[in-house]
C-alpha cells in the first residue's frame, strides 16, 4: 500500500464528485453561461457584484447581461475544477519524483494529466461554443472518466498484498466489463438528452405525450456535429427530434435496469461479492426512480442534481468490483 498516493487519490477522488455534481448543478440551473468568457468572469478573476462592476460588464458584454446568482455558480465550479487540476499534477508529481514505490502509478496519472487537460480545453469550448450539445457531453464523459481513472488509483495504491480472486469470482469479471459498457452508452444518451434539453419531451410516464409512440424524428435528434455560433441555450431542436432522443434515452434505462440487476443478483451469489451486489441493485433502483420522478414531479433541480450523481456512483461500484475480481490493481 503505497499511503501518500493513496491519500492523494482519495482526496481528488472526492472533489472529482464534487466537481461532476457541481457541474450537473450548473448546468440544470441554466448557469452554464452564467459567465460568457473563459477563464474569468466578465473580464475578471471573480464576478460582478458591485454595481459599477455590474454595469462595466454589462457594456462590455451587451449580449449576455450580468446574472449575478448564475455567475457565481460558473465561477465557483471553475475554481474547483482548477483544484483538482492541482491535485492532478501533484500525483503525476509523486509517481514521476516521489518514492520509487510510486513509479508504478506512472501510466495511469501521466494518462490522467492528459486526460485532465483536455477536460479543461472542453470547459473552455462549452463556453466559447455557447453550450454547443457534443462539446457539453464529451464535457460530462470526460469528467466520468476522469473520476474512474482517480478510483482506479485510489483502488491500486490501497492494495496491502497481491489479492489473487478465485476462479468463480475472476469469471465475474466480464459481466462487469459489460456492465460498464452497458452503463456508459446510458450516462452518454443521459448527457445527450440534457445537452439538447430533451429531458421533458415526454411530459408523462410510462406513455409519452400521452402516446406509447409519438411523432420522432431520430435523423434531426442524433446530428452530433452542428454550426458553429450559434447559441444552444434552452436547446434549438424541434419538439419531434427532442423526443426521440427522450424515448432513446428511456430505452436505454431499460436495458441498463436489466443488465445491472442480472449482475447484480448473479454477484449476490457470490459470498465475497455480496455486499457490492446489494449496493449496486439498491443503486440501480434509486437511479431508475430518480429517472422516473425527473418526468413525473417536471425536472426539480435537486432529483435532477442528485440523478446525476447515482450515474457516478452506480459507476464507482462498478470499477469497485471490477478491481475486485482482478488479480491486481491495473
Given at each position: 500500500?503505497?499511503?501518500?498516493?493513496h491519500?492523494?487519490?482519495?482526496?481528488?477522488?472526492?472533489?472529482?464528485?464534487?466537481?461532476?455534481?457541481?457541474?450537473?448543478?450548473?448546468?440544470?440551473?441554466?448557469?452554464?453561461?452564467?459567465?460568457?468568457?473563459?477563464?474569468?468572469?466578465?473580464?475578471?478573476?471573480?464576478?460582478?457584484?458591485?454595481v459599477?462592476?455590474?454595469?462595466?460588464?454589462?457594456?462590455?458584454?451587451?449580449?449576455?447581461?450580468?446574472?449575478?446568482?448564475?455567475?457565481?455558480?460558473?465561477?465557483?465550479?471553475?475554481?474547483?475544477?482548477?483544484?483538482?487540476?492541482?491535485?492532478?499534477?501533484?500525483?503525476?508529481?509523486?509517481?514521476?519524483?516521489?518514492?520509487?514505490?510510486?513509479?508504478?502509478?506512472?501510466?495511469l496519472?501521466?494518462?490522467?494529466?492528459?486526460?485532465?487537460?483536455?477536460?479543461?480545453?472542453?470547459?473552455?469550448?462549452?463556453?466559447?461554443?455557447?453550450?454547443?450539445p457534443?462539446?457539453?457531453?464529451?464535457?460530462?464523459?470526460?469528467?466520468?472518466?476522469?473520476?474512474?481513472?482517480?478510483?482506479?488509483?485510489?483502488?491500486?495504491?490501497?492494495?496491502?498484498?497481491?489479492?489473487k480472486?478465485?476462479?468463480?469470482?475472476?469469471?465475474?469479471?466480464?459481466?462487469?466489463?459489460?456492465?460498464?459498457?452497458?452503463?456508459?452508452l446510458?450516462?452518454?444518451?443521459?448527457?445527450?438528452?440534457?445537452?439538447?434539453?430533451?429531458?421533458?419531451?415526454c411530459?408523462?410516464?410510462?406513455?409519452?405525450?400521452?402516446?406509447?409512440?409519438?411523432?420522432t424524428?431520430?435523423?434531426?435528434?442524433?446530428?452530433?456535429?452542428?454550426?458553429?455560433?450559434?447559441?444552444?441555450?434552452?436547446?434549438?431542436?424541434?419538439?419531434?427530434?427532442?423526443?426521440?432522443?427522450?424515448?432513446?434515452?428511456?430505452?436505454?434505462?431499460?436495458?441498463?435496469?436489466?443488465?445491472?440487476?442480472?449482475?447484480?443478483?448473479?454477484?449476490?451469489k457470490?459470498?465475497?461479492?455480496?455486499?457490492?451486489?446489494?449496493?449496486?441493485?439498491?443503486?440501480?433502483?434509486?437511479?431508475?426512480?430518480?429517472?422516473?420522478?425527473?418526468?413525473?414531479l417536471?425536472?426539480?433541480?435537486?432529483?435532477?442534481?442528485?440523478?446525476?450523481?447515482?450515474?457516478?456512483?452506480?459507476?464507482?461500484?462498478?470499477?469497485?468490483?471490477?478491481?475486485?475480481?482482478?488479480?491486481?490493481?491495473?
Amino acid at each position: 500500500m503505497n499511503r501518500n498516493m493513496h491519500r492523494l487519490a482519495m482526496f481528488a477522488a472526492i472533489v472529482t464528485f464534487c466537481v461532476i455534481v457541481l457541474g450537473a448543478w450548473v448546468r440544470l440551473s441554466h448557469a452554464g453561461l452564467g459567465c460568457p468568457d473563459w477563464p474569468g468572469c466578465y473580464g475578471q478573476l471573480t464576478w460582478p457584484e458591485a454595481v459599477q462592476e455590474i454595469e462595466s460588464a454589462n457594456q462590455a458584454f451587451p449580449e449576455r447581461p450580468v446574472e449575478t446568482d448564475k455567475a457565481w455558480r460558473e465561477m465557483v465550479h471553475r475554481y474547483l475544477a482548477g483544484g483538482l487540476m492541482l491535485l492532478v499534477f501533484a500525483m503525476n508529481w509523486l509517481s514521476w519524483r516521489g518514492p520509487r514505490s510510486c513509479r508504478r502509478f506512472r501510466p495511469l496519472t501521466t494518462t490522467l494529466l492528459i486526460l485532465i487537460v483536455f477536460q479543461a480545453l472542453l470547459g473552455m469550448w462549452t463556453v466559447t461554443l455557447k453550450l454547443k450539445p457534443i462539446i457539453v457531453m464529451a464535457h460530462l464523459l470526460g469528467g466520468l472518466t476522469s473520476f474512474s481513472l482517480i478510483l482506479w488509483l485510489v483502488f491500486s495504491s490501497g492494495r496491502q498484498y497481491a489479492d489473487k480472486p478465485n476462479i468463480r469470482i475472476r469469471r465475474m469479471r466480464g459481466a462487469i466489463i459489460f456492465a460498464i459498457v452497458v452503463l456508459a452508452l446510458q450516462i452518454s444518451l443521459g448527457g445527450w438528452t440534457s445537452a439538447n434539453y430533451a429531458a421533458l419531451a415526454c411530459a408523462d410516464v410510462p406513455m409519452c405525450n400521452g402516446q406509447w409512440w409519438p411523432e420522432t424524428n431520430f435523423r434531426e435528434g442524433f446530428v452530433l456535429w452542428r454550426e458553429i455560433g450559434v447559441n444552444y441555450e434552452g436547446g434549438i431542436l424541434d419538439q419531434p427530434s427532442r423526443v426521440a432522443i427522450h424515448l432513446t434515452h428511456r430505452i436505454g434505462a431499460i436495458v441498463t435496469l436489466l443488465v445491472l440487476s442480472l449482475l447484480a443478483f448473479r454477484l449476490m451469489k457470490i459470498p465475497r461479492l455480496r455486499g457490492g451486489g446489494q449496493l449496486l441493485l439498491a443503486l440501480l433502483l434509486l437511479q431508475f426512480t430518480l429517472g422516473i420522478l425527473n418526468v413525473a414531479l417536471y425536472l426539480p433541480l435537486p432529483n435532477a442534481v442528485a440523478h446525476n450523481a447515482g450515474a457516478a456512483l452506480l459507476l464507482a461500484t462498478l470499477l469497485s468490483l471490477l478491481n475486485r475480481t482482478s488479480y491486481r490493481a491495473y
